[in-house]
């Protein structure tokens, strides 16, 4: 099995940053497409930005400039640094990865999420 374990998620006031980790664990071979999404209340969860395996890069609009995604496929962890955070910003930041294990088959994981709140 595989493990998705989000964290680096807190209360931060606008303007300010935070960096979530997710870092992935179990029977490994490959992790291909990781992606960052978040689910703010009573809205319906939303990608927010995405890293391929050779490391090309898409983000949401809104995030575009003010978010960075990576990756560490060493440690089999990805990265969210979060800049000029705003009240906006405020949800459950969720990852994903899609994962190859040793047994050969192939899937989609999810974190439990990590909570951020944007306030003053």
């Known amino acids: 099995q595989v493990q998705l374990v989000e964290s680096g998620g807190g209360l931060v006031q606008p303007g300010g940053s935070l960096k979530l980790s997710c870092a992935a664990s179990?029977?490994?071979?490959?992790?291909?497409?990781m992606i960052w999404h978040r689910q703010a209340p009573g809205k319906q969860r939303e990608m927010v930005a995405s890293?391929?395996?050779?490391?090309?890069?898409d983000y949401l609009a809104t995030v575009k400039g003010r978010f960075t995604i990576s990756r560490d496929d060493a440690k089999n962890t990805m990265y969210l640094e979060m800049n000029s955070l705003e009240v906006e910003d405020t949800a459950v930041y969720y990852c994903?990865?899609?994962?190859?294990?040793?047994?050969?088959?192939?899937?989609?994981?999810w974190g439990q999420g990590t909570q951020v709140i944007v306030s003053s």
């Open positions: 994903y990865a899609l994962v190859r294990q040793l047994s050969g088959s192939l899937g989609p994981y």
């Open positions: 179990g029977n490994i071979f490959m992790i291909y497409t």
């Open positions: 890293i391929t395996q050779s490391g090309e890069r």
